[in-house]
C-alpha cells in the first residue's frame, strides 16, 4: 500500500531561519512526488515536483527538495523564511498512470515568526 | 487555461437548506475529485470520478452528500439537508491520468457555512 507521512503538523521557524519540512512515503513502485502549498483562503497550488532525472528539484519562491530514494523521502527546504512563507504545505504521491493513484499527506502548518 | 473553476466561492446558509456546489475542471482532464477540508479532519477526499463516472465514494460522510458529473466539463456537489458540521471548505481538482504524472489541479474552494 502507498502511503505520505509528514511528519511535524505544526512547525515554527524565525524569520530568516533555515525551513525544514519533512515527508516520507511508501510505496511498492518508483513515485513522483510532489508538494503543494496552501495560502491562508486559497486553494492549493503546486510548489514542486521530482518524476525523473536530478533528484534535487527546484519550485517556487526558493522552495528546493530532495528525493532520496534509500531514505523514502522527500523533505522541503527553503534556506531564508520569509513571513510570506506561512502557509499549509502538503506533500502528495504518485505511484501509477492512473489519475486516483494519488496520495495526499496530512500537510504541515508552518508558522514564521518576525 | 482558466484553470478549475469553482462556485459560488461563498455560501452561507441555514441548516436544513440544499445546497449544491459547481465545479467546471480543466478541459480535457479525464479526473475529477471533490475533497472537503475542515480544521479538525484536515483535507479529506469524498469522491471522484472518471471520465464523468462516479468511481469510488467511499469518502462521502452519509447519504445527505451526494455528486454527479452529467458531463466532462461539469460537476455537482449536493448537501440535502445542510448540517452546521458541514461547515467547510470544498475543494474540487482535477487531472489527467498517465498526463503530468497524474498532478492535480486545484479550483479556489467554496467556503460553505451552515449557520
Known amino acids: 500500500a502507498q502511503s505520505v507521512t509528514q511528519l511535524g503538523s505544526h512547525v515554527s521557524v524565525s524569520e530568516g531561519a533555515l525551513v525544514l519540512l519533512r515527508c516520507n512515503y511508501s510505496s511498492s513502485v518508483p513515485p513522483y512526488l510532489f508538494w503543494y502549498v496552501q495560502y491562508p483562503n486559497q486553494g492549493l497550488q503546486l510548489l514542486l515536483k521530482y518524476t525523473t532525472g536530478a533528484t534535487l528539484v527546484k519550485g517556487i519562491n526558493g522552495f528546493e527538495a530532495e528525493f532520496k530514494k534509500s531514505e523514502t523521502s522527500f523533505h522541503l527546504t527553503k534556506p531564508s523564511a520569509h513571513m510570506s512563507d506561512a502557509a499549509e504545505y502538503f506533500c502528495a504521491v504518485s505511484v501509477g498512470i492512473r489519475g486516483n493513484q494519488f496520495y495526499f499527506g496530512t500537510g504541515t502548518s508552518l508558522t514564521v515568526i518576525p | 487555461d482558466a484553470g478549475v473553476i469553482q462556485s459560488p466561492r461563498h455560501e452561507v446558509t441555514e441548516m436544513g437548506q440544499e445546497v449544491t456546489l459547481r465545479c467546471k475542471p480543466i478541459s480535457g482532464h479525464d479526473y475529477l475529485f471533490w475533497y472537503r477540508q475542515t480544521m479538525m479532519r484536515g483535507l479529506e477526499l469524498l469522491i471522484y470520478f472518471n471520465n464523468n463516472v462516479p468511481i469510488d465514494d467511499s469518502g462521502m460522510p452519509e447519504d445527505r452528500f451526494s455528486a454527479k458529473m452529467p458531463n466532462a466539463s461539469f460537476s455537482t456537489l449536493k448537501i440535502q439537508p445542510s448540517e452546521p458540521r458541514d461547515s467547510a471548505v470544498y475543494f474540487c481538482?482535477?487531472?489527467?491520468?498517465?498526463?503530468?504524472?497524474?498532478?492535480?489541479?486545484f479550483g479556489p474552494g467554496t467556503r460553505l457555512t451552515v449557520l
Open positions: 481538482a482535477s487531472s489527467v491520468a498517465g498526463l503530468s504524472y497524474n498532478e492535480q489541479f
